[in-house]
């Protein structure tokens, strides 16, 4: 079956820097690759995906970048808000199968 | 995106007895809704697949005498969480969606005690 690796799994930056997740995958067949932010004591929440026919997709601060030939894609972070601070799951799955490999998060930490 | 709603958000109930916990869909038909369960600090693990009007799918290791999931319409799975020891204290969240686009209910923290 399908395996998601995420790094790092604790990220500490300062307000206003970047921050980059990074995940890879192991079947090649994976098409959908959505990312969740999950806040203390609450749902996931889905804050952007891709496709494995588009190698990057930006909305605002936040874009999803991903390189099908080494199987990884990233979630970078722009412009760093305490906000942000949640932890941040990334996730495969093939087209049809509607099941989702979650990686194993990586809790980002935003300092004011 | 879709809306999924899940109840009871918290319950709390003596060892042995049973639980059933409620996912809906409410702008959208689910044939299929997901059932996940969380311990702090960790990822979300897949313990079944719910399908409307057929048996759901267990995931490996997942017993399903114990986890009883019915999903009776488009709209509504059912997870009971039968005969609940403190080890089954967790936070269960269902999922579903549209497409490959899942969406989270609110989860439901059940403390065993």
């Known amino acids: 079956g399908e395996n998601v690796e995420q790094h790092p799994s604790t990220l500490s930056v300062q307000e206003g820097d970047s921050a980059v997740i990074k995940c890879t995958y192991s079947?090649?067949?994976?098409?959908?690759f959505p990312w969740y932010k999950q806040e203390l004591g609450k749902r996931p929440q889905l804050i952007i995906d891709?496709?494995?026919?588009?190698g990057e997709k930006k909305d605002q601060r936040i874009a999803v970048t991903l390189n099908k030939t080494a199987k990884h894609f990233s979630l970078h972070i722009t412009e760093t808000q305490p906000e942000d601070s949640a932890v941040y799951f990334c996730?495969?799955?093939?087209?049809?199968?509607?099941?989702?490999?979650f990686g194993r998060g990586t809790s980002l930490i935003v300092h004011p | 995106g879709a809306v999924v709603s899940q109840h009871p958000s918290r319950v709390i109930c003596k060892s042995g007895t049973s639980v059933k916990i409620e996912c809906r869909s409410l702008d959208f038909q689910a044939t299929t809704m997901f059932w996940y369960r969380q311990f702090p600090k960790q990822s979300l693990m897949l313990m079944a697949t719910s399908n409307e009007g057929s048996k759901a799918t267990y995931e490996q290791g997942v017993e399903k005498d114990k986890f009883l999931i019915n999903h009776a319409s488009l709209t509504l799975s059912t997870l009971t969480v039968t005969s609940a020891h403190p080890e089954d204290s967790s936070f269960y969240i269902c999922?579903?969606?549209?497409?490959?686009?899942?969406?989270f209910g609110p989860g439901t923290r059940l403390l065993v005690l």
């Open positions: 891709i496709r494995s026919n588009v």
């Open positions: 079947d090649s067949a994976s098409n959908y």
């Open positions: 999922s579903s969606g549209e497409q490959e686009t899942q969406y």
């Open positions: 996730a495969a799955s093939i087209g049809g199968s509607y099941i989702p490999t």
